[in-house]
């Protein structure tokens, strides 16, 4: 299987220090602010959601598939929460909010199938330190 790669530099202290963070097809800021606070840039976090949207985007549309009701469309926003606890800062819940147009599947169906997606895709399943994974999912 293919392995994926990722690089990030950092200059500096916690507090005053900055870096990038590059993938294949995107290189980007990120410093202190723009991940405690609201600062230009970018932080693992929201890259971490781009990542979980995508692949239950993916994965969503491969289960609909199998179960005989392929997609025509999928957007999924992921909402990633870090809060501080007595052992420093922690990803403590990841809310995916789904909207897809899938023809002729039930709303019960739809529901069952983007719920056993949510426990079944590659970074839900690799995430599995996070207390709470949810997942709400609307028909469009």
């Not at 970018?42 to 979980?52: K, V, Y």
């Not at 420093?88 to 909010?97: D, H, N, P, Q, Y």
């Not at 039930?106 to 994974?133: R, W």
Request: charged share 20%; aromatic share 6%.
């Amino acid at each position: 299987m293919a392995v994926r790669k990722a690089s990030a530099k950092w200059i500096g202290t916690l507090q005053d220090g900055n870096g990038t963070m590059k993938m294949n097809a995107w290189e980007g800021p990120y410093s202190f602010s723009s991940r405690f606070e609201e600062g230009d840039g970018t932080n693992p976090e929201e890259l971490l959601a781009a990542a979980h949207a995508g692949c239950f985007s993916m994965a969503l549309s491969g289960s609909l598939g199998r179960a005989g009701f392929p997609a025509t469309s999928i957007n999924t926003e992921a909402r990633v929460h870090l809060t501080k606890q007595e052992a420093g800062f922690r990803v403590s819940k990841i809310e995916l909010a789904t909207e897809a147009s899938v023809p002729n599947i039930s709303d019960e169906e739809f529901q069952k199938v983007a719920e056993a997606t949510k426990d079944s895709c590659p970074i839900s399943v690799a995430l599995g330190a996070v207390p709470e994974i949810t997942v709400t999912a609307k028909l469009v």
